[in-house]
T-cell receptor, first 116, second 117 residues
C-alpha cells in the first residue's frame, strides 16, 4: 500500500522568510510519480509540479524549488522569500504504476500561513 | 476553456434524502475520479473510472455510487446521505491513454461543499 506523510500540519512564517514543506512517501513500486498541489483559501486545487521516480533532478522555478531524494523517500518543497499570496494548504501526492496508475494517494496537507 | 464542472457547489440536505453531485469535463479525458476532503485527512479517493462503463472503488467508497455512461460525465450518487458524509468533494479528470500517461496531471473541479443534517 502507498502512503504519503506530511508531518507538518501548520506552519507560520513572516513574509520574506524561506519555508520548506516536507513530504515523505512509501511505496514498493519502482515506477511512480510525485506531485505537489496548492489549495489557496478560495478552495481550488492548483497543480505545482510533477516528478517521476527516475528523475531525481531537483528543480527551481522562480521562488519555488523542489528537492526529490529517493534514498530518503522525500519530495520537499521550498518557497524562498515567502509572500502573503503563498498562504494556502499544500498537498503532496503519489501515483504508482501498480494497477495502471489508477489510484493517487494524497498527504494530509500542510497549511502555510505567511504573516505580513 | 478546458475545465471540470461540478454542481452543485454548495448543498445542505437532510439524512436519507438521495442526492447526486454532477461532474462533467470537456477535455475528452478517459480517467475521472471523485475525492472527499476532510480536515486532518487530506483528500481521499472515493471512486474512479478508467473509461465509459469502467468504474472501481477507491479508498472510501462506502455510502457512494457512481456511473459512467458517457465519457464526459461522472456523477456521484449518495443514495441515503448521512452526517458523516458532510465534506468537500472534488471531481477530477486526466488523460489515461497514450505514452507516459501515468504522468498526466489531474484537472480538478472547483469543489462541492455538502452538508448533511
Amino acid at each position: 500500500a502507498q502512503k504519503v506523510t506530511q508531518a507538518q500540519t501548520e506552519i507560520s512564517v513572516v513574509e520574506k522568510e524561506d519555508v520548506t514543506l516536507d513530504c515523505v512517501y512509501e511505496t514498493r513500486d519502482t515506477t511512480y510519480y510525485l506531485f505537489w498541489y496548492k489549495q489557496p483559501p478560495s478552495g481550488e486545487l492548483v497543480f505545482l509540479i510533477r516528478r517521476n521516480s527516475f528523475d531525481e533532478q531537483n528543480e527551481i522555478s522562480g521562488r519555488y524549488s523542489w528537492n526529490f531524494q529517493k534514498s530518503t523517500s522525500s519530495f520537499n518543497f521550498t518557497i524562498t522569500a515567502s509572500q502573503v499570496v503563498d498562504s494556502a494548504v499544500y498537498f503532496c501526492a503519489l501515483r504508482v504504476s501498480t494497477g495502471g496508475y489508477q489510484k493517487v494517494t494524497f498527504g494530509t496537507g500542510t497549511k502555510l500561513q505567511v504573516i505580513p | 476553456e478546458a475545465q471540470v464542472t461540478q454542481n452543485p457547489r454548495y448543498l445542505i440536505t437532510v439524512t436519507g434524502k438521495k442526492l447526486t453531485v454532477t461532474c462533467s469535463q470537456n477535455m475528452n479525458h478517459e480517467y475521472m475520479s471523485w475525492y472527499r476532503q476532510d480536515p486532518g485527512l487530506g483528500l481521499r479517493q472515493i471512486y474512479y473510472s478508467m473509461n465509459v462503463e469502467v468504474t472501481d472503488k477507491g479508498d472510501v467508497p462506502e455510502g457512494y455510487k457512481v456511473s459512467r455512461k458517457e465519457k464526459r460525465n461522472f456523477p456521484l450518487i449518495l443514495e441515503s446521505p448521512s452526517p458523516n458524509q458532510t465534506s468537500l468533494y472534488f471531481c477530477a479528470s486526466r488523460r489515461s491513454q497514450g505514452a507516459n500517461s501515468g504522468a498526466n496531471v489531474l484537472t480538478f473541479g472547483a469543489g462541492s461543499r455538502l452538508t448533511v443534517l
